[in-house]
């Protein structure tokens, strides 16, 4: 099954990593064309700032199976990932999530997302729950309206995703993206979706944010 590996990691003050024309600018997109290159890696990478805190860059990884991610990371991922370290200054978490439809809406010039916390038993059908009021909200969205642009949703894998803001709490992630054109385009509908995971029984925190994802795949 396809799933895609999500990370966060610190920033050092002071560098535009996401700037091509500096030198920092080319260490992280150097890295991720390592990764593409290698056998056994994944299919494509998103990765950019929080909007909000550019101190935070966030990485999405394509991959076949968390298997295939396993293998990898048994083989290449020390020598592909070496100069990270001169640009971020630690990892926050590296864990799972299944995406869907796909990962496609992080191609949007902008990407809405909602990171949000519940307990790290909560059964299969309080999840369901959350999913289905969740995916009635996405379905407003009009796919014959020129300005569409897509939406994915999903759970993650592991149970132990560090909640941001509560030093050291850990919980199951549930994470909604909304891509848009502008900054404030769907902005109605992200508000309500943000509107009804607060209201959800048993979420433990939220953290939503704006990224401006950048892209690189493999040839």
Request: aromatic fraction near 8%; charged fraction near 20%; proline fraction near 6%.
């Amino acid at each position: 099954m396809a799933i895609t590996e999500v990370g966060c990691m610190g920033v050092k003050p002071g560098l535009s990593i996401t700037d091509p024309s500096t030198p920092e600018g080319a260490i992280l997109p150097g890295v991720w064309k390592t990764v593409l290159t290698k056998p056994g890696g994944p299919q494509r990478i998103f990765w950019g700032l929080e909007k909000e805190d550019s101190s935070k860059v966030w990485a999405f990884f394509d991959w076949n199976s968390v298997q295939e991610h396993v293998d990898f990371a048994k083989t290449h991922v020390a020598e592909a990932v070496k100069d990270i370290p001169k640009v971020c200054t630690h990892g926050e978490f590296t864990k799972h999530v299944t995406l869907l439809p796909s990962t496609d809406v992080l191609g949007s010039p902008i990407t809405q997302i909602i990171a949000s916390y519940f307990p790290s038993d909560i059964s299969a059908d309080e999840k369901d729950k959350i999913t289905q009021h969740v995916k009635g909200l996405l379905s407003k969205a009009d796919t014959n309206d020129p300005g569409y642009i897509p939406w994915g949703y999903g759970w993650g894998l592991e149970n132990d995703y560090p909640v941001r803001g509560l030093g050291g709490k850990t919980g199951t992630i549930f994470m909604v993206l909304v891509g848009a054109q502008t900054g404030d385009q769907h902005n109605t509908l992200f508000g309500e979706l943000v509107h009804a995971v607060k209201s959800m029984d048993g979420l433990v925190g939220l953290h939503q944010f704006t990224m401006r994802s950048l892209r690189q795949e493999r040839e």
